[in-house]
């Protein structure tokens, strides 16, 4: 199992371009969800989803957009990059049913917005 | 709503020294607590978590944590620590019968000093 994979590893654009960020997992999670990483907070969440075809804002949404049509994948598009979406992304996944259970993260993304 | 606080955001011990990383939750309700461990470049790996009545937890790489609930900690400790423990360290809580989303700190970054 490749677990949960993230593309790209890097990325540099300018303000106001769109991307994509892809995130696949293998191990058939239902929960999927998007984080941001910075200096000194954390991670906060951006988006989740409970699965197919269901998905709601985390902690810091504005900004970017999600979408879940398969159980496997779920990318995080920005919509009109801004600096202050300079960051790192993480992407994770969770096998539904308890509290308690592990979250399995991606490899991360690194973004800069100039 | 749950909460972690970590104190220390940078710790720096010597090769083979006690590390001791803290960390303590807010929490309405009896809580499931993470200690999550990041290498540099990586996303991030689980090391312990508390779900259950054991309150000492026994994780990967030599390291455990004891939940207390009387001082809402879940401080983490190694009890030799080594060139390969330098790396970030989050702590992160959910609420037992709560859903996937976990609630992070932000952060503690481990120096190991030669």
């Known amino acids: 199992n490749a677990g949960v994979t993230q593309t790209p590893k890097f990325q540099v654009l300018k303000t106001g371009q769109s991307m994509t960020l892809q995130c696949a997992q293998d191990?058939?999670?239902?929960?999927m969800s998007w984080y941001r990483q910075d200096p000194g907070m954390g991670l906060r969440l951006i988006h989740y989803?409970?699965?197919?075809?269901?998905?709601d804002q985390g902690e810091v949404p504005n900004g970017y957009n999600v979408s879940r049509s398969t159980t496997e994948d779920f990318p995080l598009r920005l919509l009109s990059a801004a600096p202050s979406q300079t960051s790192v992304y993480f992407c994770?996944?969770?096998?539904?049913?308890?509290?308690?259970?592990?979250?399995?993260f991606g490899p991360g993304t690194r973004l800069t917005v100039l | 709503a749950q909460s972690v606080t970590q104190l220390g955001s940078h710790v720096s011990v010597s090769e083979g020294a006690l590390v001791l990383l803290r960390c303590n939750y807010s929490?309405?309700?009896?809580?499931?607590l993470f200690w999550y461990v990041q290498y540099p470049n990586q996303g991030l790996q689980l090391l312990l978590k508390?779900?259950?009545?054991?309150?000492l937890v026994k994780g990967i790489n030599g390291f455990e944590a004891e939940f207390k609930k009387s001082e809402t900690s879940f401080h983490l400790t190694k009890p030799s620590a080594h060139m390969s423990d330098a790396a970030e360290y989050f702590c992160?809580?959910?609420?037992?019968?709560?859903?996937?989303?976990?609630?992070f700190g932000t952060g503690t970054r481990l120096t190991i000093i030669p």
């Open positions: 989803s409970v699965g197919a075809g269901i998905t």
């Open positions: 992160a809580v959910n609420r037992r019968g709560g859903n996937e989303k976990l609630t």
């Open positions: 508390y779900t259950s009545a054991a309150t």
């Open positions: 929490s309405s309700v009896p809580p499931y």
């Open positions: 191990m058939n999670h239902e929960y």
């Open positions: 994770a996944s969770i096998r539904a049913g308890g509290a308690g259970n592990e979250q399995f």
